[in-house]
């Protein structure tokens, strides 16, 4: 009888899962700067351009660009990330959505990782620069 009554005092209606607390590598900083921030694909681009900077300061600079797939304004579905035009890496959203859930730096390892792993010709400076106006060209 115990167990019936302790059963019968639960609500079986509109069970969601509580979603998992994303850590933000591009911190919010304002009063607006949280909806934009929050955003997976603002955080995947924000990482990427990180992982461009710390490349160029370490003398070994990449063209990096990441290409997301699906609606921007939620949670792209897919993405690809290239690097001096080479696609590295790729996956789901879900996947990265689970990296920055485990921390911030995560998805920046594991871009990290990729571009090292695939051994890509080592540019100079002025060499960088021309692909980086590339880049821009082709995304204009």
């Not at 607390?21 to 909806?35: I, K």
Request: glycine share 6%.
């Amino acid at each position: 009888m115990d167990n019936f009554s302790v059963r019968s005092e639960r609500n079986f209606h509109n069970l969601v899962a509580q979603p998992k607390r994303m850590h933000l590598l591009d911190e919010p900083s304002g009063y607006a700067s949280p909806m934009v921030k929050s955003s997976l694909s603002h955080q995947m681009r924000f990482t990427v351009q990180v992982l461009e900077k710390e490349l160029c300061a370490a003398g070994a600079p990449h063209v990096l660009q990441i290409k997301l797939l699906g609606d921007d304004s939620c949670e792209p579905f897919s993405w690809k990330l290239f690097a001096d035009g080479e696609c590295v890496a790729d996956g789901s959203g879900a996947f990265v959505r689970e990296c920055f859930c485990e921390g911030a730096e995560v998805f920046l390892d594991l871009c990290r990782d990729a571009v090292e792993a695939a051994e890509l010709h080592q540019w100079d400076q002025r060499e960088y620069e021309l692909l980086s106006v590339a880049r821009g060209v082709a995304m204009a």
